[in-house]
């Protein structure tokens, strides 16, 4: 069965005899010029008031759209390589875009607002993924590979930027290689994971929106191929991850509860919770769309104060 069920707590989530529902492929482009495997899809990201979900596929610059009843269609091209994708409290699409070296914001009227695209005066790495705190204040990861090109910074970061796009603030500078991010339910907590060695952080969210009180949160690590990459956490605080053999569902201990496992030769990039009642799901891997249904509702994405 695709549910792998690690620790009884595992079936109050989801119903461990169902199938995963595949939606898509053929997503993805080769991107061993970057001294990667491969560009694949990425980033989903449910409108609620529209019915459709939105994802990344890098490797070909386009933003696609799903429905339940038209299926994958395009919906936007070119993206800058666009990666991770999230919605601020008003509604409005936040990307990090690999190409450009920037956080954007798609503004209402089809302008591009620039996020950040620089620290200190020097060009981001490639942002990866964003997530939006009901502050309005946008967090994002930035990883550093000597392939990249156009390299400014010499380290990979996460960053906060103010809700009025005014103030940078690098937070944090020690992962090797930070990728998906999300918070935990009330916001007093951020996840971070490295998908270069294996693990999740999390980390106290201050008055300030600072971090402090670092602290190894899971390790995500098996004979299987695939890494932390992109999270969530739904309503009970329950975090689900890519990783090794599909999608790592954890409670808010850290334990290990279970995997979405995918199969053989698939390897889960993201995930994003949709649906009218916030129960699917949905997950991207290198080449596909997937999903399942979750008995936990998700985060809505956009959160608001």
């Not at 053929?26 to 990425?42: K, M, R, V």
């Not at 070119?78 to 450009?100: F, I, K, S």
């Not at 995500?220 to 009970?236: A, C, H, I, Q, T």
Request: net charge negative; hydrophobic share 35%; with cysteine.
């Amino acid at each position: 069965m695709p549910i792998e069920q690690v620790a009884p707590e595992c079936a109050r989530l989801l119903d461990l005899t169902q199938e995963v529902q595949w939606l898509g492929s053929g997503f993805g482009a080769d991107g061993t010029a970057l001294g990667l495997p491969w560009w694949p899809a990425e980033g989903p990201v449910w409108f609620q008031e529209h019915g459709y979900l939105l994802f990344s596929d890098i490797g070909q610059s386009k933003r696609l759209q799903w429905t339940p009843s038209a299926g994958v269609t395009l919906f936007s091209e070119p993206t800058n390589e666009a990666n991770g994708m999230t919605r601020d409290p008003q509604g409005r699409l936040v990307a990090c875009e690999h190409a450009a070296q920037r956080v954007t914001r798609l503004e209402p009227d089809g302008r591009v607002t620039v996020v950040a695209d620089r620290y200190q005066g020097k060009r981001l790495n490639r942002p990866n993924d964003v997530v939006v705190k009901s502050d309005g204040s946008i967090y994002f990861t930035d990883p550093f590979r000597p392939t990249y090109p156009n390299l400014e910074l010499g380290f990979a970061g996460v960053y906060r930027v103010s809700p009025d796009l005014q103030t940078v603030t690098l937070l944090v500078d020690d992962f090797v290689g930070p990728n998906g991010l999300c918070f935990s339910p009330s916001e007093q907590i951020l996840y971070i994971n490295d998908s270069r060695v294996g693990l999740i952080k999390a980390f106290d969210v201050q008055d300030d929106g600072t971090l402090a009180h670092g602290r190894l949160f899971c390790v995500l690590k098996d004979e299987r191929p695939g890494v932390p990459d992109g999270m969530k956490v739904d309503l009970d605080g329950n975090l689900y991850c890519t990783g090794p053999g599909g999608v790592w569902i954890i409670d808010s201990s850290g334990k290990h509860l279970g995997t979405i496992a995918l199969g053989e030769g698939k390897r889960a990039t993201n995930v994003g919770w949709g649906g009218g009642d916030w129960k699917t799901l949905f997950i991207t891997t290198f080449h596909e769309l997937a999903c399942v249904q979750m008995h936990i509702a998700g985060i809505p994405v956009p959160r608001k104060m």
